[in-house]
């Protein structure tokens, strides 16, 4: 399974962005998709996570001013950011809860990584 984000860029403070995600590959099924965000010397958090029934979980921290969607017949993800702040500035990795054949297992796949960097 394959993950190409993107959509990341430069934006000031109070302004929006929206990352696209689409998988592709050997897939069987798709449990979840989502975003997490990787800043300089931090640990990899959960942004948000959308499930296959279309229910969604945020980040308190991002709770009203982000917006994740999914497409299921496209195994595609977005994530609408908006009033975006200085510290939204992070790496955002695309997620993928996945297998590839009825046997197999669900795991993880990850993106390449997207930059967002938000100016004050």
């Known amino acids: 399974v394959q993950l190409q984000a993107s959509g990341g860029g430069l934006v000031q403070a109070g302004g929006s962005l929206r990352l696209s995600c689409a998988a592709s590959?050997?897939?069987?099924?798709?449990?979840?998709m989502g975003w997490f965000c990787q800043a300089p010397g931090k640990e990899r958090e959960k942004v948000a996570i959308i499930s296959s029934d279309g229910s969604a979980l945020y980040a308190n921290s991002v709770k009203g001013r982000f917006t994740i969607s999914g497409d299921n017949a496209k195994n595609t993800v977005y994530l609408q950011m908006s009033s975006l702040k200085p510290e939204d500035t992070c790496v955002y990795y695309c997620?993928?809860?996945?297998?590839?054949?009825?046997?197999?297992?669900?795991?993880?796949?990850w993106g390449q990584g997207t930059l967002v960097t938000v100016s004050s």
């Open positions: 590959g050997r897939i069987f099924s798709v449990n979840a």
């Open positions: 997620y993928a809860d996945a297998k590839t054949a009825s046997w197999d297992s669900f795991r993880a796949y």
